[in-house]
């Protein structure tokens, strides 16, 4: 392993631990915000490690940082860890730079997706009460200011409010993604079809990457990624996974609201209205 900077145009440099002899394909995993990105990756994560794969939490590391997304998702800062046979995941916003390389268009790419309508009453949950919020960077505090200005906000405004005011930003967030939806050599993964069946989304993830999965390596993860409440929490990190909340949470007139708002990330996704 080799620790890689990505240095960006801001002048931040973050360090990433790259495998730089492995070979082959490498792998980029997405999940948009709240779209049951936090156990995707962790699953995905240890998916990779079982089949002796690096995996590179760069989003994630950018969060911790105290790197804002819109930071690096078009800096060609990012493109200097791209290496063959390491795992790529932790995004939530789309990183367009990765468009310009030839490792990216050629490997295998997962996407995870939700109604956006649901994803949305998750975020003003989460934005409120639960999202965690990085520790100060040295004088980088960017990301912890952001985080504090979002809590805020939604504890102001709501859960209704909240879920119209953002619908726009949910449907730019998905769109990022057209281009890659409608790439071959990407599989598009359903938050609804499988938050209650997570073997079968191991299953899929390993049989469209090619790795190697067995019913031991399913129990030993289901032992930790299966968090199911029994009754909602709505201050927990773990609130509810059942879908089709927004229609608990929101009246019929801001559902037809956001329907309107949200109607090309809903057809490109395939979401009913």
Request: charged share 20%; proline share 4%; glycine share 6%.
């Amino acid at each position: 392993m080799v620790m890689i900077a990505a240095t960006l145009a801001n002048g931040r440099s973050i360090a990433f631990e790259i495998d730089t002899r492995a070979e082959g394909h490498a792998y980029f995993l997405f999940s948009i915000r709240k779209c049951g990105s936090s156990v995707f990756n962790s699953m995905a994560h240890a998916l990779a490690v079982a089949n002796r794969r690096n995996f590179v939490n760069v989003g994630g590391t950018f969060f911790n940082s105290n790197v804002l997304a819109r930071d690096y998702v078009n800096d060609s800062g990012v493109l200097s860890i791209l290496h063959a046979g390491n795992v790529y995941g932790g995004f939530r916003d789309m990183p367009g730079i990765l468009r310009t390389s030839d490792l990216f268009r050629q490997s295998p790419k997962l996407l995870m997706v939700r109604d956006p309508r649901d994803a949305l009453v998750s975020q003003y949950f989460s934005n409120a009460y639960s999202h965690p919020i990085p520790e100060t960077t040295g004088d980088n505090v960017q990301v912890v200011e952001l985080m504090q200005r979002q809590r805020a906000e939604a504890l102001a405004m709501g859960v209704e409010t909240y879920v119209i005011s953002h619908a726009r930003g949910m449907k730019r967030t998905m769109m990022a993604y057209r281009r890659v939806a409608a790439d071959p050599s990407t599989t598009i993964l359903k938050y609804e079809e499988y938050i209650f069946d997570k073997p079968a989304l191991m299953r899929i993830v390993c049989e469209r990457i090619g790795w190697q999965i067995d019913e031991a390596l399913i129990g030993e993860i289901m032992t930790w990624a299966d968090v199911r409440p029994g009754q909602e929490a709505p201050t927990a990190f773990i609130r509810k996974v059942t879908p089709g909340d927004h229609r608990e949470k929101l009246s019929a007139e801001a559902v037809e609201n956001i329907n309107a708002v949200l109607a090309p990330a809903m057809d490109l996704f395939g979401y009913g209205r």
